[in-house]
C-alpha cells in the first residue's frame, strides 16, 4: 500500500525566510508523488508533479521539491515566503494500483508571519 | 476551458434530511474520483468512476451514500439520510486518461454542514 506523511501539521515562517514543508512517502512501486495547495475558501491547486524524470522538480510560484529515493522523502521548499503563500499544502501519491485514485497527506497549514 | 466544478459550494441541513452533491469534470476526462474531508482529518477517498462505471468504491463511508455518474459526464452523490459525521468538505476530481498517471483536477469543493 502506498501512504505519504507530512511532518507537521502548522509551519510557520516569516516573510522572506526559507519555507520547508516535509513529506515523506512510503511505496513498493516507483511513486507519483504530487503537492497540492488549498488557499482559504479554495479548492485544491496542483503545485507540481514528480513522475520519475527529474527529481528536482519545479512548480508554480516559486515552490520546488526535490524527489529522493534514499530518505523516500518529497520535500517542498520556496527560497523566500510571501504573504500570499499562507494555504493549507498537501502532499500526495497516485495509487497506481488502486485507479490512480490520490492518496493525502494529512496536510500543512503554513503561516506566514509580517 | 472550464475545470472541474462543484454544486453546491455549501449546504447545510438538517440531521435525516437528503442532500445530493453534483461534480461536473473536465469535459473528456474519463477517470471521476469524489472524496470528503471531515473536520481535522485527512482527505480521504471515496469512489472512482471510469465513465459511467464505478470502478472502485472501497472509500464509501456507508450504504447512506449513493454516487451516480448517468452518460458518463457529470456524477452526483447523495446522502440519505445525512447524519451529523457527515459534515465535511466534499471533493470532486477528474483525471484524463484511462490506465496513465497523470494528474487529478480538483474541483472547489462542496462544504457540508449537517446541524
Known amino acids: 500500500a502506498q501512504s505519504v506523511t507530512q511532518l507537521g501539521s502548522h509551519v510557520s515562517v516569516s516573510e522572506g525566510a526559507l519555507v520547508l514543508l516535509r513529506c515523506n512517502y512510503s511505496s513498493s512501486v516507483p511513486p507519483y508523488l504530487f503537492w497540492y495547495v488549498q488557499y482559504p475558501n479554495q479548492g485544491l491547486q496542483l503545485l507540481l508533479k514528480?513522475?520519475?524524470?527529474?527529481?528536482l522538480v519545479k512548480g508554480i510560484n516559486g515552490f520546488e521539491a526535490e524527489f529522493k529515493k534514499s530518505e523516500t522523502s518529497f520535500h517542498l521548499t520556496k527560497p523566500s515566503a510571501h504573504m500570499s503563500d499562507a494555504a493549507e499544502y498537501f502532499c500526495a501519491v497516485s495509487d497506481r494500483g488502486g485507479g490512480f485514485k490520490t492518496i493525502f497527506g494529512a496536510g500543512t497549514r503554513l503561516f506566514v508571519k509580517a | 476551458e472550464a475545470g472541474v466544478t462543484q454544486f453546491p459550494s455549501h449546504s447545510v441541513i438538517e440531521k435525516g434530511q437528503t442532500v445530493t452533491l453534483r461534480c461536473d469534470p473536465i469535459s473528456g476526462h474519463d477517470n471521476l474520483y469524489w472524496y470528503r474531508r471531515v473536520m481535522g482529518k485527512e482527505i480521504k477517498f471515496l469512489l472512482h468512476?471510469?465513465?459511467?462505471?464505478?470502478?472502485?468504491e472501497s472509500g464509501m463511508p456507508n450504504n447512506r451514500f449513493l454516487a451516480e455518474r448517468t452518460g458518463g459526464t457529470y456524477s452526483t452523490l447523495k446522502v440519505q439520510p445525512a447524519e451529523l459525521e457527515d459534515s465535511g468538505v466534499y471533493f470532486c476530481a477528474s483525471r484524463e486518461l484511462l490506465g496513465v498517471n497523470t494528474e487529478a483536477f480538483f474541483g472547489q469543493g462542496t462544504r457540508l454542514t449537517v446541524v
Open positions: 468512476f471510469v465513465k459511467e462505471s464505478k470502478q472502485d
Open positions: 514528480y513522475t520519475s524524470a527529474a527529481t
